[in-house]
């Protein structure tokens, strides 16, 4: 037999992070679509409001981000413990994460991560995450903040290939969150309900399925 237990593993300051990074990064990529494509696309109107757009929620989500990198560095410490995969979860845990997803999940079989405050993540959302939040995200504010202030920084562009290679760079990232963001939605419905994995960024605490010990036989019993 299964019965559910309530697990606390998202922090109120983690969950206003992640809706607010969440609207930025969608605000950005609509945002951009219009900006990269202007004869095909006009969800903002004028051409210079998409950029203005574009440019306010990029200065949101480099704060967000910051306050993000601050608190798990400085507030809970735990930067590297969720972040980072250990040696186990390379060589083992992400190709058991990924025959569940793929596989044994539509067979019924139970989640082999079960999560906890200290490790929330299984090893593929940690090896995702750390190349979402400690890679990608740092290029895209990076080369953001360059194309927005392309007149003072110009000599930076030009040593870094120019603004047709910065420009080209700043939209494969944003492609690659774009796909992200699909795939995420995605996986979150693969709990024991289509919502288990949502409630957690609303109210912290986590539904998790867990067996009950059975009672072992004794002698005479």
Request: net charge positive; hydrophobic share 50%.
């Amino acid at each position: 037999m299964k019965h559910k237990e309530m697990v606390y593993v998202t922090p109120m300051p983690v969950r206003i992070w992640h809706w607010l990074n969440a609207f930025g990064i969608v605000t950005l990529c609509v945002t951009g679509l219009q900006i990269r494509f202007p004869d095909h696309i006009n969800i903002f109107g004028a051409y210079k409001a998409a950029i203005r757009l574009h440019n306010t929620a990029g200065v949101v989500v480099s704060i967000s981000y910051t306050l993000w990198l601050g608190y798990y560095l400085f507030v809970a410490k735990s930067l590297i413990k969720q972040y980072v995969p250990t040696v186990e979860d390379i060589t083992s845990g992400i190709f058991r994460q990924a025959f569940f997803y793929f596989l044994t999940y539509f067979l019924g079989k139970p989640n082999p991560h079960h999560s906890t405050p200290d490790h929330k993540f299984n090893p593929m959302q940690k090896a995702t995450y750390l190349m979402i939040m400690l890679v990608l995200l740092p290029l895209v504010i990076f080369s953001g903040a360059l194309l927005m202030y392309v007149a003072p920084l110009r000599e930076l562009l030009l040593l870094l290939g120019g603004i047709k290679t910065l420009v080209g760079t700043h939209f494969l990232i944003a492609c690659c969150f774009t796909a992200f963001l699909f795939v995420h939605i995605y996986l979150a419905t693969l709990g024991h309900t289509p919502l288990s994995h949502f409630k957690p960024m609303w109210n912290g605490w986590e539904e998790e399925m867990v067996e009950d010990s059975k009672p072992e036989n004794t002698v005479g019993s």
